[in-house]
């Protein structure tokens, strides 16, 4: 099994989370915690993860031609394998320590990064469970989410429902049109408090757990909506059964050379934490 890598340039000092901020996570399914990310820490990460999208994303057309999915962000997935300063921030201790603690969980690994930009005019990001996409076996998976820039709210923050990762698997809705329209239905009828992160300062972070529905409102100003992600999951996990599309294709990308079954840990999984 790959071994723990001291990423200690980036984020090494532990950020402090209280028993109450662990209960409001295992209740709500999500979380907004202030400050995860120093000041001097996040321009540095910045600044390479704004050149790795530069090269690596490939998006020409025009949001008018785009579906309802390329219209709600820029996604540029795996950067830590491009960027050396890009990797440092993505493999962070304080990070992964955070998503354990939160989880319950002695270790995680990592899933994938992803940036997450939203163009101004994009489009919303409609309804939807992220687990939908991931072959992993469990419910011990989460995502950080971090704003790179100072964010408010009608540039496409987060909102989520409240409790609603405890209804598990909700079927083969991707994110798009029909997931909205039925998952916006679903919260309603299940009277799921909707709560949403409003303004977020660059390094402040949401985590949300792989089957809390989430979604963003579009971009309404000026400025495109920097945020990155990093996606976890328990140590010790094995790869599930393929049951739509898309797992195969995460598989395929994630965890290649793996099938149902497999221990979920394979050379693009390091150990994070401890």
């Known amino acids: 099994m790959p071994q723990t890598e ?29 400050g995860l990310a120093k000041p001097e820490e996040l321009a540095t990460a910045r600044e390479a993860i704004l050149a790795s999208v530069k090269e690596l994303n490939h998006e020409t057309r025009a949001l008018a031609d785009r579906d309802t999915y390329g219209k709600a962000f820029l996604q540029t997935m795996n950067l830590w394998r491009h960027n050396e300063t890009v990797k440092q921030f993505v493999l962070a201790r304080r990070f992964a320590k955070v998503a354990a603690e939160l989880m319950g969980v002695s270790g995680v690994r990592l899933y994938h990064d992803q940036a997450l ?113 990093v996606i976890y999951f328990a140590d010790g996990v094995r790869v599930a059964p393929i049951d739509n599309p898309n797992r195969q294709s995460d598989l395929d990308s994630w965890l290649p050379g793996l099938k149902s079954g497999d221990q979920a840990a394979s050379e693009l999984n390091p150990l994070l934490y401890p």
Not at 20 to 32: C, T, V, W
Not at 151 to 167: C, D, K, Q, R, V
Not at 174 to 203: C, N, Q, T, W
Request: aromatic fraction near 10%; include cysteine.
């Open 6 to 34: 001291n990423h200690a340039n980036v984020a090494a000092t532990d950020y402090p989370l209280q028993p109450q901020q662990r209960d409001s996570f295992s209740k709500d399914g999500h979380i907004l915690l202030r």
């Open 117 to 229: 930009f939203k163009e101004s005019g994009g489009g919303p990001t409609p309804w939807h469970q992220d687990q939908h996409y991931w072959p992993l076996d469990t419910d011990k998976t989460i995502t950080m989410w971090m704003p790179l820039i100072d964010l408010i709210p009608e540039m496409g923050t987060m909102h989520f429902a409240s409790g609603s990762h405890t209804g598990g698997y909700l079927g083969d809705l991707p994110i798009s049109d029909k997931s909205e329209e039925v998952l916006e239905a679903f919260i309603k009828d299940k009277g799921y408090p909707v709560v949403r992160s409003g303004a977020m300062g660059a390094g402040d972070a949401t985590f949300h757990t792989g089957w809390c529905l989430h979604g963003a409102p579009g971009n309404t100003r000026p400025t495109t909506r920097e945020a990155m992600t």
